[in-house]
């Protein structure tokens, strides 16, 4: 089944340089949109439980835009229409981009801003799930809101939505295949060329799906090692007890 990827290919590559070609650009586009994803998400979440009106309301904007829209449209947005909007001379620097520049960074851009939108409700739920006491005993000691948040309230929320980030890591793996919209070539595409160089369809898609589902166990267990690393203390789901051996001394139990 998977003798076609070491097949040659038109170029004189094997088909399977071409797939590790495109996972070099999935992880790429996934690794490097997953934290500028995690920066911007904890600063819009740290936001939408901003007392200030003006930037809860700038930061539920946000959410609201970048979650609501699908990230297809989005991708399109960012490559067709973002270039149209700049001024002349930098929108058409932009549309110049050799590739795979030109398609990799709208890429990056849609997926970053897409995955801050989710990533910021999470770290929201998870300041919101903080008992309401910490910020009273912080203002006691004389703690400002600002280092309130930095060094009580934020370190324990990320600590504590570990798992739910999970799927965050997963997600941003997984929609990368997005990118072939606008022609990069990622790992779905260079599957696809691989399809229709050789009509091997299965082959060259089955390659791919265990490459993601790989990916996939690899970032799950990654995050399983971060959430056992950082768990806060005491908030484990207690555990079976068990039975220890029954000590007979004597004769007796």
Same mark, same amino acid.
Request: glycine fraction near 8%; aromatic fraction near 10%; proline fraction near 6%.
């Given at each position: 089944?998977?003798?076609?990827?070491?097949?040659?290919?038109?170029?004189?590559?094997?088909?399977?340089?071409?797939?590790?070609?495109?996972?070099?650009?999935?992880?790429?586009?996934?690794?490097?949109?997953?934290?500028?994803?995690?920066?911007?998400?904890?600063?819009?979440?740290?936001?939408?439980?901003?007392?200030?009106?003006?930037?809860?309301?700038?930061?539920?904007?946000?959410?609201?835009?970048?979650?609501?829209?699908?990230?297809?449209?989005q991708m399109f947005l960012w490559y067709f229409v973002?270039?149209?909007?700049?001024?002349?001379?930098?929108?058409?620097?932009?549309?110049?981009?050799?590739?795979?520049?030109?398609?990799?960074?709208?890429?990056?851009a849609c997926l970053s801003l897409y995955t801050a939108?989710?990533?910021?409700?999470?770290?929201?739920?998870?300041?919101?799930?903080?008992?309401?006491?910490?910020?009273? +005993?912080?203002? !006691?000691?004389? $703690?400002?809101? #600002?280092?309130? =948040? *930095?060094?009580? @309230?934020?370190?324990? /929320?990320?600590?504590?939505?570990?798992?739910?980030?999970?799927s965050e890591v997963m997600g941003i793996y997984k929609?990368?295949?997005?990118?072939?919209?606008?022609?990069?070539?990622?790992?779905?595409?260079?599957?696809?060329?691989?399809?229709?160089?050789?009509?091997?369809?299965?082959?060259?898609?089955?390659?791919?799906?265990?490459?993601?589902?790989?990916? +996939?166990?690899? !970032?799950?267990? $990654?995050?399983? #090692?971060?959430? =056992? *690393?950082?768990? @806060?203390?005491?908030? /484990?789901?207690?555990?079976?007890?068990?039975?220890?051996?029954?000590?007979?001394?004597?004769?007796?139990?």
């Amino acid at each position: 089944m998977f003798d076609v990827l070491f097949h040659p290919a038109i170029d004189g590559q094997l088909y399977i340089q071409w797939l590790l070609s495109g996972l070099m650009w999935t992880l790429l586009l996934a690794v490097g949109g997953w934290w500028i994803a995690f920066a911007i998400g904890v600063l819009v979440g740290v936001g939408r439980t901003s007392r200030n009106r003006a930037i809860a309301l700038a930061a539920r904007l946000y959410v609201e835009i970048f979650r609501n829209i699908p990230v297809l449209v989005q991708m399109f947005l960012w490559y067709f229409v973002l270039p149209e909007l700049l001024p002349s001379g930098l929108g058409d620097r932009i549309k110049q981009m050799p590739p795979p520049w030109g398609a990799f960074f709208p890429a990056l851009a849609c997926l970053s801003l897409y995955t801050a939108a989710r990533v910021a409700e999470q770290v929201r739920a998870g300041i919101e799930a903080l008992p309401a006491g910490q910020d009273e +005993a912080a203002a !006691a000691l004389g $703690l400002s809101p #600002w280092a309130t =948040r *930095r060094h009580i @309230i934020v370190p324990q /929320a990320l600590r504590l939505i570990v798992p739910s980030l999970t799927s965050e890591v997963m997600g941003i793996y997984k929609n990368t295949s997005v990118a072939l919209t606008i022609g990069l070539l990622e790992l779905t595409a260079q599957a696809r060329q691989i399809s229709e160089a050789t009509f091997q369809t299965f082959g060259a898609f089955a390659a791919a799906t265990i490459i993601y589902l790989l990916l +996939a166990l690899v !970032a799950y267990r $990654l995050m399983l #090692w971060i959430d =056992r *690393r950082f768990q @806060i203390p005491g908030s /484990a789901p207690a555990r079976k007890a068990r039975r220890l051996p029954m000590l007979r001394r004597g004769g007796a139990l």
